[in-house]
């Protein structure tokens, strides 16, 4: 489970892409270091090791928080594949 939170306002918001069949699981494995990045003073938001449900299209997904909103800027993707 995850929410967004502003650090402004403190309101919550729903997380990226989430919703019945679009969400992102993303381990949270504390082996394996951080695998969500934001700061307080920026609107970027970094997950890592990410994958849209069923374990498809797996990478680092970059958004941008505004408006209450999470809004997808580029995902870099891991062809599963491959490995």
Do not use: W
């Amino acid at each position: 489970m995850m929410a967004v939170v502003d650090a402004r306002n403190g309101k919550v918001h729903s997380p990226p892409l989430s919703g019945t069949g679009t969400g992102l699981y993303v381990p949270m494995d504390p082996m394996s270091g951080r695998n969500i990045d934001s700061h307080r003073n920026s609107t970027l938001m970094t997950l890592r090791n990410a994958c849209k449900t069923g374990r498809t299209e797996c990478g680092v997904y970059y958004f941008n928080f505004q408006h209450g909103q999470c809004k997808l800027i580029q995902r870099d993707l891991v062809d599963l594949t491959k490995q």
